[in-house]
């Protein structure tokens, strides 16, 4: 699906440039944002393997098992049936570590891993369980403690305070959450007397 919006989107960039007569100026463009786009990888690929790095370094030495500790009473009422023990409940929990950190990147992988643990403990086949919609929602609309990846981009486009952000963004992320846990919950129990 996602080439057919970049390449709409490039297709209708040449076609307004031929309309305008700026099909220089859009080649121009094109050509010097390439190496911005490079650049700006390569310093979130810094960020993110650091923060990943201690993140896996975290779960070597228990602290995951910590945080899970922490997080576990709220967990176990937001996903109903889940093993409280299982793996399933770990990668959760790191997926929502890393995006306490504000490292979406970093917390794909654990985000992937808990989705396979939850369909592997729940039997579900090819339909989603309340439980996988809510850690979706979870993910998609995370809290954040620390935004790094926000604050780098800040940083290197020239913020002298990258982190002034932080109050808008927990309130926010808190907000975003907050409706949106509220509502996948009330369309699953909607969605359960249906059946």
Same mark, same amino acid.
């Given at each position: 699906m996602?080439?057919? =919006?970049?390449?709409? @989107?490039?297709?209708?960039?040449? *076609?307004?440039?031929?309309?305008? $007569?700026?099909?220089?100026?859009?080649?121009?463009?094109?050509? +010097?944002?390439? $190496?911005?786009?490079?650049?700006?990888?390569?310093?979130?690929? $810094?960020? &993110?393997? @650091?923060?990943?790095?201690?993140?896996?370094?975290?779960?070597?030495?228990?602290?995951?098992?910590?945080?899970?500790?922490? /997080?576990?009473?709220?967990?176990?009422? *937001?996903?109903?049936?889940?093993?409280? !023990?299982?793996?399933?409940?770990? /990668?959760?929990?790191?997926?929502? +570590?890393?995006?306490?950190?504000? *490292?979406?990147?970093?917390?794909?992988? /654990?985000? &992937?891993?808990?989705?396979?643990? @939850?369909?592997?403990?729940?039997?579900?086949?090819?339909?989603?369980?309340?439980?996988?919609?809510?850690?979706?929602v979870? !993910?998609?609309?995370?809290?954040?403690?620390i935004?790094?990846?926000?604050?780098?981009?800040?940083?290197?486009?020239?913020?002298?305070?990258?982190?002034?952000?932080?109050?808008?963004?927990?309130i926010?992320s808190?907000?975003?959450?907050? =409706?949106?846990?509220?509502?996948?919950? @009330?369309? $699953? =129990?909607?969605?359960?007397?249906?059946?």
């Amino acid at each position: 699906m996602m080439k057919w =919006v970049f390449a709409g @989107l490039i297709f209708f960039s040449l *076609l307004f440039g031929i309309i305008n $007569g700026d099909v220089a100026a859009l080649t121009e463009a094109a050509l +010097s944002e390439a $190496g911005t786009a490079v650049t700006l990888a390569l310093t979130l690929c $810094g960020i &993110i393997c @650091l923060w990943s790095g201690i993140m896996r370094v975290a779960q070597k030495a228990g602290l995951v098992e910590q945080l899970a500790k922490l /997080f576990k009473p709220l967990l176990i009422r *937001l996903f109903s049936g889940i093993d409280p !023990n299982g793996k399933a409940l770990g /990668f959760i929990v790191l997926n929502i +570590s890393a995006n306490l950190l504000g *490292l979406g990147n970093a917390s794909t992988p /654990f985000g &992937i891993a808990a989705m396979r643990e @939850l369909e592997k403990e729940e039997g579900t086949g090819i339909r989603a369980t309340n439980n996988m919609v809510i850690f979706v929602v979870l !993910n998609t609309a995370s809290l954040q403690i620390i935004p790094t990846t926000a604050a780098a981009l800040r940083l290197k486009n020239g913020s002298a305070a990258p982190m002034e952000i932080l109050p808008a963004v927990w309130i926010t992320s808190l907000a975003a959450l907050v =409706v949106s846990v509220t509502v996948a919950k @009330l369309l $699953g =129990v909607r969605g359960r007397k249906k059946l």
